[in-house]
Nanobody, 114 residues
């Protein structure tokens, strides 16, 4: 099993930046997929960014060019750097790990004011 703890959420003005962190309870070096999802109020959870163990990344069209997913294996941490934030990016952001099952963090709220 993998426990995930997110941090770094908060309130930011449109155009600003935030960096989310997700610390895992075990080594992430060999975890197949690490990802970030988000869920806005009244909407379904959606995939934001994916990072495979091989280093491949993929992003939702809505965040391409603005968000970057990365990891630090030594710190068992995955990051989501979010730049040029927009009010529509407001959501609870969840860290996800895929390894013989799906594991989720508790969520980090992000609010972008206009």
């Amino acid at each position: 099993q993998v426990q995930l703890v997110e941090s770094g959420g908060g309130l930011v003005q449109a155009g600003g930046s935030l960096r989310l962190s997700c610390v895992a309870s075990k080594s992430i070096f060999s975890i197949n997929v690490m990802a970030w999802y988000r869920q806005a109020l009244g909407k379904q959870r959606e995939l934001v960014a994916v990072l495979t163990s091989g280093g491949t990344t993929n992003y939702a069209e809505s965040v391409k060019g603005r968000f970057t997913i990365s990891k630090n294996n030594a710190k068992n941490t995955v990051y989501l750097q979010m730049n040029s934030l927009k009010p529509k990016d407001t959501a609870v952001y969840y860290c996800n790990a895929v390894e013989k099952g799906y594991y989720w963090g508790q969520g980090a709220p992000v609010t972008v004011s206009s």
